[in-house]
């Protein structure tokens, strides 16, 4: 089996391809990096292909398809800024990165008769109400341009492609890249009180986790869409920083703060994201470790 996987230097994508050749799957992935020199190594019974390419670009697609020939792609490559989105000269090109390069991709594995793994966000829905969204919820009205933009990209894979995978997640944190629990510990050592607030609701989402469900996902036959985040419970961002300095062993003053009061973030965030995460189980993928493990193991692995 063979794996194309964008955004492949990102947090999750990188996880996702050490995922994938621990399988022994082949991969190639391919991100935005001018100048990169194309390489490949063989892992064991999987090789891994690096290709630099721009996903906004129709014909540097068409090449990697044509290349790899892929049998499914996990499409991890996203605009995931959400405040730099809200820029109105960014916002062309958030739906240009999120939307149509999602649908061409679609397109594309139509067209060669791939699998396609789509990554969303909880922010496709407003956060209203205490209820968790089911996957099979129609009711998405995002609040911010982010979130607008993935819903467009559902919506482009949907229509392009049937062997299609959407899986909205939440919360990510990963060894390779820019994440709250790195956040808080990098503010711990600054001193003084810490300012969490204590009216988002979700779930942390330890992108090895993930990793290893999507690589399941890209072997299995599962169509439709699905919510991914790690078990143990929802909690809010307050409470997951309280659990990070508990486990870090770090003495530090953390005061809730309502999202409204909260001067520093001015954009639109839902305050209810709780995902029902029963759509994984009741299509028999195992559901992710407990939230809590997975914030010890990446400690530890960060220490």
């Given amino acids: 089996m063979k794996v194309l996987v964008t955004g492949a230097s990102g947090m999750l994508g990188t996880d996702v391809v050490y995922e994938l050749l621990s399988r022994d799957i082949s991969c190639c992935g391919t991100d935005i ?13 999987g090789d891994f292909t690096f290709r630099s390419a721009d996903i906004r ?16 792609v996990i499409h991890c490559g996203a605009w ?14 958030v739906f240009a990165v999120n939307a149509a390069a999602s649908g061409h991709i679609a397109s594309l594995c ?20 205490k209820k968790p969204w089911r996957a099979d919820c129609r009711e998405l009205h995002p609040l911010n341009v982010y979130g607008m933009s993935k819903l467009e990209g559902e919506r482009a894979v949907a229509s392009a492609l049937n062997d299609h995978i959407i899986v909205r997640t939440a919360w990510l944190f990963g060894e390779n890249g820019k994440n709250f629990v790195d956040t808080m510990l990098r503010l711990a050592g600054s001193g003084g009180k810490i300012g969490v607030v204590d009216d988002q609701i979700g779930t942390p989402t330890f992108t090895k986790d993930l990793a290893s469900l999507l690589a399941v996902m890209a072997c299995s036959g599962a169509r439709g869409v699905f919510h991914a985040a790690n078990s143990g419970g929802y909690i809010s961002r307050y409470d ?15 005061t809730p703060v309502h999202t409204a009061d909260f001067v520093y973030d001015t954009l639109p965030r839902p305050l209810n994201g709780r ?24 400690l530890k692995k960060t220490d």
């Fill in 80 to 93: 995931r800024d959400a405040v730099s989105a809200e820029l109105p000269e960014n916002r062309a090109e």
């Fill in 57 to 72: 670009n129709l014909e540097e697609l068409k090449g990697l398809f044509g290349f790899f020939k892929p049998d499914a």
């Fill in 110 to 129: 139509a067209s060669y008769g791939s699998k396609m793994i789509y990554i969303s966000t909880d922010y496709v829905f407003d956060g209203s109400g």
């Fill in 275 to 298: 995902l029902d995460l029963t759509s994984l189980t009741e299509n028999g993928f195992s559901a992710l470790p407990d939230w809590r493990d997975a914030l010890s193991r990446y």
């Fill in 240 to 254: 997951f920083a309280k659990e990070i300095f508990r486990q870090a062993g770090t003495a530090v003053q953390v």
């Fill in 33 to 45: 990096i001018p100048g990169a020199a194309e390489r490949h190594v063989s892992a064991g019974d």
